[in-house]
């Protein structure tokens, strides 16, 4: 016997490697600088403008009680769901039942109380190169093996072939999330068709049905009038992972669904195994002040038309530099490639001329850094001569 004071779990969630990987970015280039008034932050999805007044309201009115229940325990209240659902029934043309949207806190309970849903421990879960980083922690934490998929790197599309090679008999979950984190991509209605495809011949095959988990945090932000196309339009057993995080900008406010096909047969199981499940991972339901304002919150989004014009902006200015960068189809992310192979030792070079950017390296992706949008325009207009020296560096050698 031994008195570790760490729970095995607790090692094995604090060594997965995209944590770890995190975590010496958080403790090196990122704590030297992000302190620092100047410091010209490019990393997290996180607001660098005072929030939507729309959204303070939306809180402020529906923070006077209006009965003696008005903060009590709260599940996922009824006005939340049909707020949801019909907004769902709307952006998708699908016809989402309220009782079948699954309100959290947020994307990151979403996918986690998606996978502790439909897989068994030991059961694999495969997800995309580039990944959101905290994929990995959420499968490993449900007890299921990662397995890694490398998208297309020419224009970061699923492999369906690697998809394909990927599959085995305890494959339980396929994570997919477009519009993508970092890449910036949206996965055309042909491709997603395939997928379906792809995974009901593998879930015929193996005898054991293959869920998909759309996560869909972004959605809403997509550019130049594009229709988004959700991968639950065409695989019914798709969970589908949302979060308000990203459409608000107010990632601190936990709010977000899974929701559930109308298609679905299992559905009223799913749904029934949610009641007990949520409060076991901890009442993993936003809270009741959020889900008071969902109705309001729901009408609100950041400008798109103003993100669409920063990522012009950056897009343009960082070609006219030498910068080979793809322009985003939606998310607030570019994914340009790093000028040097070493992706980390670039990022370095930005921090030292005060602009934080993350390494492909977070990503699996070397070769690569991502910039996040959400900077203001006197960010963006003052970072512009650090990124030309950077890349100006590299060509002097
Ligand atoms: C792809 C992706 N999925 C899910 C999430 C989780 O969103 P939230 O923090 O709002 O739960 C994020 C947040 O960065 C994300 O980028």
Known sequence: MTDAPLSRRAETIVAVAPFQRLSAFMNG???????????????????????????????????????????????????????????LRRWLDIPFA??????????????????????????????????????????????????????DPAAFDLDLDAIAAAITPRTRVVIVNTPNNPTGRIYPEATLRALAQLLDGASARHGRRIYLLSDEAYNRIVFDGARFQSPIAYYPPTLLAYSYGKTLLAPGQRVGYLALSPDLPERAALRDAAFFLQPSI?????????????????????????????????????????????????????????????????????????????????FETPGHFRICLTANDAMIERSLPAFAAAIEEVRRG
């Open 29 to 87: 280039p990122f704590r030297r600088l992000a302190n620092q008034p100047d410091a010209l932050d490019f990393t997290f999805g996180n607001p660098h403008e005072p929030p939507l007044p729309a959204y303070v309201d939306a809180l402020r009115e529906n923070l006077t009680p209006r009965d003696d229940q008005w903060f009590a325990y709260k599940w996922s209240e009824p006005e939340a769901q049909d707020a949801a659902a019909a907004s």
């Open 98 to 151: 309220p009782e079948d949207i699954l309100m959290t806190t947020g994307g990151f309970s979403a996918i986690a109380l998606a996978l502790k849903l439909v897989a068994d421990p030991g059961d694999e879960a495969i997800f995309n190169l580039p990944p959101w980083f905290a994929y990995e922690g959420i499968v490993v934490e449900a007890g299921l093996v990662p397995v890694k998929v490398r998208l």
């Open 282 to 362: 901890g009442f993993i339901y936003p809270n009741a002040l959020l889900q008071h304002a969902l109705a309001r919150l729901e009408k609100l989004s950041i400008d798109i038309a103003d993100l669409q014009r920063k990522r012009d902006w950056m897009v343009g200015a960082l070609r006219d530099m030498g910068y080979r960068v793809r322009s985003p189809e939606g998310t607030f992310y570019l994914f340009p490639e790093s000028p040097i192979p070493d992706d980390r030792a670039f990022v370095d070079r930005l921090a030292e001329r005060g602009v934080l950017v993350m390494p492909g390296w977070l």
